[in-house]
């Protein structure tokens, strides 16, 4: 059975996260789908925003709590491949004395996931916690229900941060707050999200998914170079240097201004009227 229904229309598909009866925790084949189709739909051009929601009233946690005393205590590297803990990663199964010198683990599904060139909208229709969290702050948009809550978790359990959490939440929320996260594991309600940056909107939990798909729709409309270029340009912004922003701006720009859709938005601009872009 899948834990992943795909959805595709008018350029926009939406991903649906369907483990609700394990409280969508990140186990199954779960990360293996969500990888796949990220790279199926990253390589389609007909598909130009990609929305991700779950049923239930988790959007996604972590591994299951309940089952950690089996797993804890085992070198992380073997627990990384065991489908029974990791669940199926999608990633290549490497051999004993490979994994001795794998360095990054997990990371090697974040980077992976995080080449995806196109907007990634978190449709977060519950709560979100440690690998969930950390997945979360891997889209570009957060958009969440009014009762969704928001936790690290990690330090509960007596593990660090991982999927690069300890590298996205200080640049998102800021050191303080991330401090406070990881560190007291606070636990932070939608209001409070919203306050600092952690979600773009909170909305009642009927309204988050179409409000997700309409901001999608309307990204899908734009002209999709300018919509890559801007989404290439935002993934590095805090992680380049002033000039290596400046040469990828420039490099973004050799591409977009000599395309046929820069005349056509500049038109449809100066005209004030609706048109289509093609990616050309």
């Given amino acids: 059975m899948s834990d ?39 390589n389609d051009d007909a598909v130009r925003a990609v ?49 001795r010198f ?38 570009d948009v957060r958009i969440a229900a009014e009762g969704a809550r928001f936790r690290s978790g990690f330090l509960s359990v007596g593990v660090g941060p991982e999927m690069g959490l300890s590298w996205t939440l200080p640049r998102v929320v800021g050191v303080p707050m991330a401090t406070r996260m990881m560190l007291e594991d606070v ?22 998914l179409p409000a997700a798909q309409e901001l999608a729709a309307r990204l899908a409309a734009a002209p999709p170079l300018a919509v890559r270029a801007t989404i290439r340009a935002l993934r590095t912004t805090g992680s380049a240097t002033f000039e290596q922003q400046l040469s990828l701006e420039w490099d973004n720009q050799r591409i977009c201004i000599p395309s046929k859709d820069a005349q056509r938005a500049l038109h449809a601009l100066l005209a004030k009227e609706p048109t289509e872009y093609t990616g050309e």
């Fill in 4 to 42: 992943l229904i795909v959805d595709v229309r008018d350029g926009v598909a939406t991903l649906t996260i369907d483990r609700e009866a394990e409280r969508n925790t990140v186990g199954g084949t779960l990360f293996r789908e969500l990888l796949e189709a990220s790279e199926s739909l990253e």
């Fill in 51 to 99: 929305v991700v929601t779950a049923h239930g009233p988790f959007w996604c946690s972590s591994s299951d709590v309940e089952n950690l005393g089996e797993w804890v205590g085992r070198p992380v590297d073997d627990l990384l491949h065991d489908p029974d803990f990791a669940g199926d990663m999608g990633l290549p199964v490497l051999s004993e004395q490979a994994r």
């Fill in 102 to 139: 794998d360095r990054l683990g997990i990371g090697r599904w974040v980077l992976r996931f995080s080449a995806i060139q196109k907007p990634l909208i978190a449709a977060m229709n519950g709560s979100a916690a440690a690998g969930g969290l950390s997945l979360a702050l891997l889209h």
């Fill in 187 to 208: 636990t932070l309600d939608a209001a409070a999200a919203l306050e600092c940056g952690l979600v773009h909107r909170v909305l009642p939990a009927d309204q988050v």
